[in-house]
């Protein structure tokens, strides 16, 4: 058994609740990261969990599809878990963003896979392709919180939009993250729903 783990830090000029809304934004990933998602399907969600599968495209090699089931969970306020099955590998991935400061926060993503047998052999590939998904996925995420700070900080309303009187346009207060938060409707959506999605469950946000 070996465990591979790898902790990538960054600072970025955005708060927390702006960063935990595009980690639970799950209507950008095929828009945005459309080069490293391929198809996603939900099959259970509610205010702080959520089931999927997901085909990624592996960088460089986008023709070869990784499938994995991915749990993610709102550990607490700060914390985002995902525990995946890439290549049929256990993974944990831990998502930290915690405010440094007025609209700066650090984010700290821990990535641990857990190799056995044969697969012990698929190590150094992982090592490999964590960090190229990793900063992909920052890079491609960046100009998406940058935006959301400043609207929101201009007083920015999901599905209403900025104050009608341009003196309104002003918000100086904490920037509230809550689940869940309005998804796109049916329509313009990219995400698919399983037969079995939320079964015997009412209230279905899609
Ligand atoms: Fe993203």
Redesign the pocket.
């Known amino acids: 058994m070996k465990i591979l783990d790898l902790t990538f830090k960054r600072k970025v000029n955005c708060s927390a609740s702006v960063c935990l809304w ?2 639970w934004d799950h209507d ?2 095929n828009y ?2 459309e080069g490293i998602y391929d198809n996603s399907q939900i099959y259970y969600e509610d205010d702080r969990s959520i089931l999927f599968f997901h085909s990624i495209k592996v960088p460089f090699l986008p023709f070869i599809k990784v499938n994995t089931i991915d749990l993610t969970v709102l550990k607490d306020k700060n914390t985002v878990c995902t525990y995946g099955f890439q290549f049929g590998i256990p993974s944990l991935t831990t998502a930290k963003y915690i405010d440094i400061g007025k609209d700066k926060c650090s984010v700290e993503v821990n990535y641990k896979f857990k190799f056995s047998g044969i697969k012990i052999l698929l190590y150094p590939v992982i090592k490999y392709l964590v960090p190229k998904w990793n900063n992909q ?1 920052w890079e ?2 960046l100009p ?1 919180k940058m935006r959301r700070q400043k609207v929101k900080r201009l007083g920015f309303k999901d599905f209403k939009g900025l104050p009608e009187k341009t003196k309104d346009r002003k918000f100086q207060g904490d920037i509230e993250f809550k689940l869940p938060i309005t998804r796109l409707k049916k329509n313009d959506n990219k995400l698919t729903k399983h037969p079995f999605y939320n079964l015997g469950k009412k209230g279905n946000y899609i």
């Open positions: 595009n980690h950008h990933i945005t990261h996925t491609e995420d998406l």
